[in-house]
């Protein structure tokens, strides 16, 4: 017994040592920031979220760093970890001009006692694209202003409105959901609400009141009082070209300009989603402007005022934080700035993008100065460090200083003939080349050549080319699957929206009581959403919604197109394309249009499948939510990849004259019996071409890049990085040493810039001036006082025994 009970006191002293060893070896992680927001994130949950202060649903200001700015978009680039927050920012703000253009569109049409309102079920299939375009989009809803929410989908309701009306959509984890048997998430499932149909004086469901809590985004922008004055709302002018070519100049007050302060969007701070979606989101909000009240038959008290908001909402848990310190690029306000475990006497921070809203997207570079130990090949990643011990921590994870580092030369010569020789013989595509057009057909580009004729290309030049020398081989835009990703989904949420009406919403279903199903798509709102693309996002020049043949209703042809002529304008153009007639002309001979269309003729397989659980307000009232009359009920839409990108074209003839690249995204509808789906047509959105970043860092052999391996670095020292928001130019790469080298020079960087390579390496082209022949990284350590002493030591001393035979 007396051995028993040794044995179970020393393993409990061995299970006490161990835990205090496991405990203490990150005892060299000081609690920050990060731990004081998670501890605050992690006590909200969907059980105790109800009776939670309000405080307490709410994070800091500062938990987002680095929004996207409307004013700064056109001007720095944007951060990769924040593409998907500029997104949710662009579709905030392109549904705010949708629904301010269409809300308004009833001044176009002739004065009748009925509203061109959009019905209902438009309403819910709008957010519900919002959400299925994009999946890192959570939630989309439009709230409305008491008492300002005019409808179409009940009868005898001309002039009147909602007390309350709120159509949102979020995406529901459909794991246990039993219309999935395969127990997978699939992401395609959401619930689809109007939150406005709620009984009278319910406060805590009214997201007008304070009883809401969460309600911070109506706050932003409602209610608006205009006090009495016509001047008060940005204004917007479109102007119309019709089938039958007649044209129309359409003035509308929209959200505010990128040029007034505030802007058109507004964020949130991080809140818990309580009762809803019950998860932290973000939101972007735009307001919504309407000429209100309306038909009182005395315009002078009819003023623009907002009426409604767009919000879109993202998970906080998907959104990047950047721990480095501040500086520069992080300049604040940032609550994780600083909380980076790099070693700040050697090392430095850099943010990576696609960690989420956890620890350790970043990595410790060196300083000018360091280099990392020979053994290393890479930066320090953040994410190791944060998991190391304190011995590994305290033992690692450092840089080495330089021995005998050179100042930068100010002062150099022309190269010497031999290595002017070197260097013309290494990159012979500059020794003997092609000008014009047809330096983008020859075995190795001439990188130089190749841009001076596309950037030579303009409204003026264009005509002095071949049609087919106006139409570059896709691969000079690689990447722009990635980098024009955002405006690709722009295309895809229309593509959704009409696929989801088409096959959702059926005008001739007949309703109890007095409401009515709604009408089918009018020109109306086919112009405001193409219209919509271009005034949501800066980078989209054109947009168009193509209909096949006898598609679109009571139309044989129907095409809005819609483009820009400046980059930062309030004036913007649409017609109808429709009016091209001719057979040569007519946009459904179009190859792009051609190959969507057979593509499309039979199979639709392949397309996801999105299921909706939707409720609807119970009368005009609201009163209380009842399901749908089909309920759950699905549609089929394409994704992504289910589009079309084309070759990068400078259209000499077309509305806007650049080097376009389009995406197309097709959508589908119910044929004549309502058995199975067809082809009805394409959304397109183009964008400028040269706004791309240039590719020049070496790559696989089968990657589709025309500018692959044309960069300049010394590839026996160093190796290429590519810089993005460089542009269409050559240059955006720097040249990082190679593991076991190091930067000799003492300067404020620690890599050769591209920009700088590729101009001196043009002085050794025209035979000027040159340092090119410099910018090669040393062999680490092999310079050092100290280890140069030693080496001389060790050779002698291994050397004397020889040097005494030979005596």
């Not at 004036?571 to 001979?589: C, I, P, S």
């Not at 699905?634 to 259209?651: E, I, K, V």
């Not at 890599?751 to 022949?773: C, H, M, P, T, W």
């Amino acid at each position: 017994m007396a051995n028993y009970r040794i044995l179970w006191k020393s393993y409990a002293t061995f299970a006490i040592l161990m835990a205090m060893g496991v405990i203490a070896q990150y005892e060299w992680q000081a609690r920050d920031s990060f731990d004081e927001v998670k501890i605050k994130y992690d006590k909200v949950t969907a059980d105790n979220c109800p009776i939670q202060h309000l405080s307490d649903l709410y994070l800091y200001d500062d938990v987002i760093s680095h929004l996207p700015d409307i004013k700064e978009v056109n001007i720095n680039p944007i951060f990769p970890n924040r593409t998907n927050l500029l997104h949710l920012h662009n579709m905030a703000l392109s549904r705010s001009f949708f629904w301010s253009y269409i809300l308004q569109s009833r001044f176009i049409r002739p004065a009748i006692n009925d509203t061109y309102d959009p019905g209902m079920m438009y309403y819910y299939l709008s957010t519900v694209a919002d959400v299925s375009s994009n999946p890192y989009i959570n939630a989309s809803a439009v709230y409305f202003s008491p008492n300002s929410s005019y409808t179409s989908s009940y009868r005898g309701f001309f002039n009147k409105t909602f007390p309350l009306f709120a159509p949102r959509t979020f995406r529901l984890d459909d794991f246990n959901d039993p219309i999935h048997l395969q127990k997978i998430s699939t992401m395609n499932t959401f619930d689809v609400r109007d939150l406005g149909a709620i009984p009278a004086n319910s406060f805590s469901l009214d997201y007008t009141t304070e009883f809401y809590k969460i309600n911070e985004w109506y706050k932003l922008w409602l209610p608006d009082e205009v006090e009495r004055r016509h001047d008060t709302k940005t204004t917007y002018q479109v102007e119309i070209r019709y089938a039958n070519n007649t044209n129309e100049t359409f003035t509308f007050h929209g959200p505010p300009g990128a040029d007034e302060v505030p802007g058109p969007v507004k964020w949130t701070r991080p809140y818990f989603d309580c009762g809803r979606s019950n998860k932290w989101l973000v939101a972007a909000v735009v307001p919504i402007a309407d000429i209100y009240p309306r038909h009182t038959q005395f315009r002078h008290i009819e003023y623009p005022k907002y009426t409604a908001i767009s919000v879109l909402e993202m998970d906080l848990e998907r959104i990047d934080i950047n721990q480095c310190p501040k500086g520069e690029g992080n300049r604040g306000p940032n609550r994780f700035a600083d909380t980076a475990r790099c070693k700040k006497e050697t090392t430095e921070c850099e943010p990576m993008d696609g960690w989420g809203f956890r620890r350790g997207g970043y990595q410790c570079r060196c300083k000018p100065g360091f280099r990392l130990p020979s053994v290393v090949r890479r930066p320090y990643l953040g994410e190791i460090l944060e998991r190391a011990s304190s011995e590994q921590y305290y033992n690692g994870f450092d840089c080495q200083k330089i021995g005998w580092v050179h100042k930068v030369p100010i002062q150099w010569d022309r190269a010497p003939y031999a290595t002017r020789e070197k260097y013309l013989d290494r990159y012979y595509e500059y020794r003997n080349y092609s000008t014009g057009a047809s330096s983008m057909h020859t075995e190795k580009m001439n990188i130089d050549e190749a841009l001076r004729f596309i950037r030579g290309v303009n409204e003026k030049t264009c005509k002095n080319f071949h049609p087919q020398d106006l139409i570059l081989p896709g691969d000079v835009a690689y990447g722009v699957k990635k980098q024009f990703a955002n405006e690709a989904r722009m295309a895809v949420r229309l593509a959704n929206f009409i696929s989801a009406f088409l096959q959702v919403s059926d005008p001739d279903e007949v309703y109890s009581g007095k409401k009515v199903a709604d009408r089918p798509l009018t020109e109306d709102q086919m112009i405001g959403e193409t219209l919509a693309l271009v005034l949501g996002n800066n980078r989209v020049w054109s947009a168009g919604t193509y209909w096949d043949r006898n598609k679109f209703t009571n139309r044989t042809h129907f095409a809005p197109f819609a483009y820009k002529k400046e980059l930062n304008t309030r004036k913007f153009k649409l017609e109808d394309l429709a009016r091209l007639n001719k057979t040569e002309e007519l946009y459904t001979g179009k190859t792009w249009f051609r190959m969507l269309k057979q593509r499309w003729s039979t199979n639709f397989d392949s397309l996801e499948k999105f299921h909706m659980k939707m409720k609807v307000r119970y009368n005009e009232s609201g009163e209380h939510l009842q399901k749908y009359e089909r309920y759950p009920n699905f549609y089929r839409a394409g994704n992504m990849d289910h589009g079309y990108w084309t070759a990068p074209q400078f259209d000499c003839n077309g509305l806007v004259k650049k080097w376009l690249i389009t995406y197309i995204a097709p959508f589908f509808g119910w044929d004549s019996i309502k058995v199975k789906l067809e082809f009805k047509g394409v959304v397109a959105v183009s964008m400028d071409m040269l706004q791309l970043d240039i590719n020049q860092c070496p790559d696989e052999y089968y990657t589709p890049n025309a500018f692959k391996n044309t960069h300049k670095c010394d590839e026996k020292t160093s190796y290429c990085v590519p810089i993005l928001g460089r542009g269409y130019d050559s240059g955006g790469y720097k040249c990082e040493c190679l593991q076991g080298f190091e930067y000799p020079y003492e300067d404020l960087i620690t890599y050769y810039d591209g920009q700088l390579v590729e101009a001196e390496f043009q002085n050794i082209v025209v035979d000027k001036e040159s340092r090119f022949d410099l910018f090669k990284c040393r062999l680490a350590a092999a310079s050092s006082i100290y280890s140069g002493l030693q080496l001389i030591i060790a050779i002698f001393i291994l050397s004397w025994p020889i040097i005494s035979r030979i005596r």
